[in-house]
C-alpha cells in the first residue's frame, strides 16, 4: 500500500522553517563566529518585529537558495571581514547598528528618480553608505558568486596581471581579496565617493596591502586614466547606477590594454532606489558587451533576489 503523499508546503511555512534553520546555525556556530553571528541576529530581530501580521514576504531580499549558501559555505569568507569592519570602523553588530543600515536603505527610497548627481550627493557621501557597502560586500560577494566568478577569472586570463583596477571598489574588500590572490599585481581602486574611498584606504592598510594599493577618485562618465592602462578591471554593480550604462562600459573598455579583461556583474529587472537604468534581459547585457568592443569568454548568471538574476561576465578586449 502506497503511503499518502505530503501537502506541498506554503510559502509562508517555507519561510518559516529557513528562519528556524538559521537561528538553530546561529546559535551553534555563535563562540567560533561571534560578530557574523551577532549581524545576523539583529537583522533578523529587526525583521520579526515587522512580520507578526503577514509573515515574511517582503522582507527576504535574498533567495532561500543564497540563505542555504551562506549557512553551508559563508561563514569562513564573513567572519574575518568583519573583523575588518570593527578593526577600522567599530561598527556594533548589534540592532542599534542594523538600524543605521535600515534608515540609509530609507533614504535611498527617497532618492528613487534622481539624477546621478543627486544619487551621488544624497547617498554616496552620506557617513553609513561605506559601512552599508562593507556589510554587503562580507555577506554577499561569496553566495551571489561574484567573489568565486571574480577568483576563477583571474585563474583562466592567460596573460600576466600587474595592473588591476576595481571601478566602483566600494570598502575595498573585493579588491584586497584580488591582490592577495595575485601577489605580483598593483590595484586601483576607484570610486566617486569620497567617503567609501577613506574607509577602503583603512580597510586595504589593515590587511597590510596599501603598498600594491592606490586609490583614485574617479567618475565613470569621465575616467581620469589613459588609455590602455589596465590588464584586468572589475565592474561589481556598477553600469545600473547609470542613466547610460553603455557610455559607462564603452569608459570601462576604453582603459583596458589590447587583450584585456573586464569581468562585470549586472542585475536584470531589478529596480533599485538607486539603480537608475533597469536592464531588461540577459540578451541586453551580452549585446552592451558586444557593442563596446568585448567578447564574452565566460558568463553565469545567479540570482540575488528572488525574480531578480545577476549577469556575471567575463570578457576581452577584442
Not at 75 to 95: I, K
Request: charged share 20%; with cysteine; aromatic share 6%.
Amino acid at each position: 500500500m502506497n503511503a499518502p503523499s505530503r501537502p506541498p508546503r506554503s510559502a509562508k511555512m517555507e519561510q518559516w522553517i529557513l528562519l528556524a534553520q538559521l537561528i538553530l546555525a546561529l546559535i551553534q556556530k555563535r563562540k567560533r563566529y561571534p560578530l557574523t553571528c551577532a549581524a545576523l541576529w539583529s537583522a533578523l530581530q529587526l525583521v520579526y518585529s515587522n512580520i507578526p501580521g503577514d509573515g515574511m514576504e517582503g522582507y527576504l531580499v535574498i533567495t532561500h537558495e543564497q540563505v542555504h549558501r551562506f549557512l553551508d559555505a559563508g561563514w569562513d569568507y564573513t567572519e574575518p571581514r568583519l573583523r575588518l569592519l570593527r578593526q577600522v570602523n567599530g561598527f556594533p553588530f548589534t540592532r542599534r547598528g542594523a538600524m543605521q543600515l535600515v534608515e540609509l536603505r530609507r533614504r535611498m527610497d527617497n532618492v528613487h528618480d534622481g539624477s546621478f548627481d543627486q544619487v551621488s550627493t544624497v547617498i554616496y557621501e552620506d557617513p553609513v553608505y561605506p559601512i552599508l557597502q562593507h556589510v554587503g560586500q562580507a555577506f554577499r560577494n561569496q553566495v551571489t558568486g561574484r567573489g568565486p566568478f571574480v577568483m576563477q577569472t583571474l585563474m583562466d586570463v592567460p596573460t600576466r596581471l600587474d595592473r588591476i583596477c576595481d571601478f566602483g571598489c566600494g570598502s575595498g574588500l573585493l579588491l584586497g581579496d584580488v591582490l592577495e590572490r595575485v601577489p605580483e599585481a598593483h590595484g586601483t581602486g576607484m570610486d566617486i565617493s569620497c567617503r567609501v574611498l577613506r574607509h577602503a584606504s583603512q580597510v586595504l592598510s589593515a590587511r597590510g596591502l596599501d603598498d600594491r594599493a592606490g586609490l583614485v577618485r574617479a567618475d565613470i562618465r569621465r575616467i581620469p586614466v589613459n588609455n590602455g592602462k589596465f590588464d584586468l578591471v572589475l565592474a561589481m554593480e556598477v553600469l545600473e547606477h547609470l542613466p547610460d550604462p553603455a557610455s559607462g562600459l564603452r569608459e570601462l573598455t576604453r582603459i583596458l590594454a589590447p587583450d584585456g579583461w573586464l569581468v562585470t556583474s549586472i542585475p536584470v529587472e531589478d529596480r533599485a532606489p538607486v539603480h537608475l537604468f533597469v536592464f531588461d534581459s540577459i540578451e541586453q547585457v551580452r549585446q552592451m558587451h558586444l557593442s563596446a568592443g568585448l567578447q564574452i569568454e565566460r558568463q553565469l548568471s545567479v540570482e540575488v533576489a528572488p525574480g531578480v538574476p545577476n549577469v556575471l561576465s567575463a570578457a576581452r578586449r577584442t
